[in-house]
């Protein structure tokens, strides 16, 4: 049955001049299927560092700690003014390369192609979720703050408990749209071979110079992870929302 749905697809899509007949080829399909699957799977590794690691550079950025705060920020404005491409190359052909050398050569190398899209791609996005957070930090009324201190909280506490889940609340809408950019930038995987979507694509195209074809898929594959990402975002933003607090 779907099998003939698919034959039907590919005679109707020829009809207008789109031209899927790969998709009756299952070592083309198969790879192409599983690029699929190895980009969602990008995103959902990378999607959990990137917070994470975003609400540790902001706690730093705004811990008052000149020791902390400054390599932090050195960071921050390294990763913000490089772009994401150049990042996974040099992690990958330099910081790889010395990896491999330290540990014997590249068979004793646990870190491949895959965890250095995450790495990049989710570390990336945590300077920009850092920026976001901070900014919901300093928003938060200092009047806030030095009555939790007051009454006994840490530095540690006030942040936990005070001034994080109202600065989330401020920085949603931004952390979000880091979110989305997130989502594409795992493309950048085709450029180390990591057998994304793109990558599959890619491997396809050069061969049946379908580009059209596979661009509309691709483009219709990312939008609709976008627009779930994107719905999500907004139920959270609404949930969290506190009336006379950023709304």
């Not at 490089?82 to 014997?104: D, E, I, W, Y």
């Not at 049946?208 to 509309?216: A, F, G, K, P, Q």
């Amino acid at each position: 049955m779907i099998d003939q749905a698919v034959r039907t697809f590919v005679a109707l899509a020829g009809e207008v001049g789109l031209h899927y007949d790969f998709l009756l080829s299952p070592s083309e399909v198969r790879p192409w299927i599983a690029g699929m699957g190895t980009t969602l799977l990008l995103v959902l590794l990378a999607i959990p560092l990137s917070l994470a690691a975003g609400v540790a550079f902001a706690a730093a950025l705004t811990s008052g700690r000149p020791w902390l705060a400054g390599p932090v920020r050195a960071y921050v404005e390294l990763t913000r003014n490089t772009p994401t491409l150049v990042q996974l190359m040099f992690a990958f052909f330099a910081l790889n390369m010395l990896l491999s050398k330290a540990l014997g050569g590249a068979a004793n190398n646990p870190f491949t192609p895959f965890f250095w899209v995450v790495a990049v791609t989710g570390l990336h996005i945590a300077a920009f979720h850092a920026e976001a957070l901070r900014g919901g930090i300093e928003a938060v009324p200092a009047a806030m703050v030095e009555t939790a201190h007051a009454i006994g909280f840490s530095s540690f506490e006030v942040l936990r408990y005070v001034t994080l889940p109202l600065a989330l609340r401020t920085a949603m809408p931004a952390i979000v749209n880091n979110l989305v950019n997130l989502v594409k930038l795992t493309t950048i995987g085709s450029a180390i071979a990591v057998g994304e979507v793109t990558y599959a694509s890619i491997m396809i195209w050069t061969q049946r110079d379908n580009v059209l074809e596979l661009m509309i898929v691709i483009l219709l594959f990312f939008g609709l992870i976008n627009t779930v990402l994107s719905q999500l975002g907004r139920s959270v933003e609404r949930r969290l929302a506190v009336p006379g607090y950023g709304v």
